[in-house]
């Protein structure tokens, strides 16, 4: 239960974060922070995007990804939720001016170099290092300069899950019109991070037969 609620508390704060308007700084910090927090108890993932990947890893069952989605949206509602009590629905759209292939671009391209990153500091060759949290929260800080202006920059369907859920609750604002980019987006980064890092993984296996 533990490793579930770590990763409902995670998910809340980075939803929070964002909801508040806060700057890139802001929520990358707060993204280190809580991977440090969390990581030796769920493995810090806060993302159902990262969740997929673990299945697909086979590090979690279906049971586990099952629960730790529904963890991740629950903290994701709530911190929606504290937001419209605090002022107002958080709006997850991305720049309307820009075509829907530049919003999923931007999405899939950042979201994959998260999770690859992510991969490649949390394998078995880099066992106890002490900056895999800087490592994986730094693309956020640079995707969220970069893509903002076109995305808005979510690279984590609970950020949009979340919002669109009180949206549709409270009839008030546009959140869920979107969602489907954040899932889409998303997710086929975080596939493509698994191909590319089971590649990566299967030379580097090669070299040291060699």
């Known amino acids: 239960m533990n490793k579930y609620l770590v990763e409902l508390i995670g998910t809340f704060f980075i939803v929070f974060t964002v909801g508040l308007g806060s700057n890139p700084l802001s929520v990358g910090f707060a993204y280190i922070s809580l991977i440090y927090l969390g990581y030796n108890i769920s493995g810090a993932h806060y993302n159902p995007a990262i ?35 605090m002022k107002s629905n958080m709006q997850i759209q991305p720049v309307l001016a820009d075509s829907i292939y530049s919003v999923l671009f931007m999405e899939a391209i950042f979201t994959f170099l998260i ?27 640079a995707g969220i300069f970069s893509a903002a202006p076109v995305s808005s ?12 859920i009180i949206d549709i609750i409270t009839d008030d604002g546009v959140s869920q019109y979107f969602l489907w980019y954040y899932i889409i987006g998303p ?21 040291e037969l060699q």
């Open 51 to 85: 969740s997929f990947v673990m299945f697909l890893k086979k590090k979690l069952d279906f049971k586990n990804l099952s629960f730790y989605v529904l963890f991740q949206i629950s903290g994701a509602c709530l911190a929606a939720l504290s937001i419209h009590l």
């Open 115 to 141: 999770v690859l990153i992510y991969l490649r500091v949390t394998g078995d060759n880099y066992k106890n290092n002490s900056y895999y949290g800087l490592a994986i929260g730094l693309p956020l800080i």
């Open 153 to 164: 920059a979510v690279f984590n369907p609970a950020v949009s899950i979340g919002p669109s």
């Open 187 to 207: 997710l086929s980064g975080a596939v493509l991070a698994f191909i590319v890092d089971r590649f990566i993984r299967s030379e580097e296996h090669t070299s």
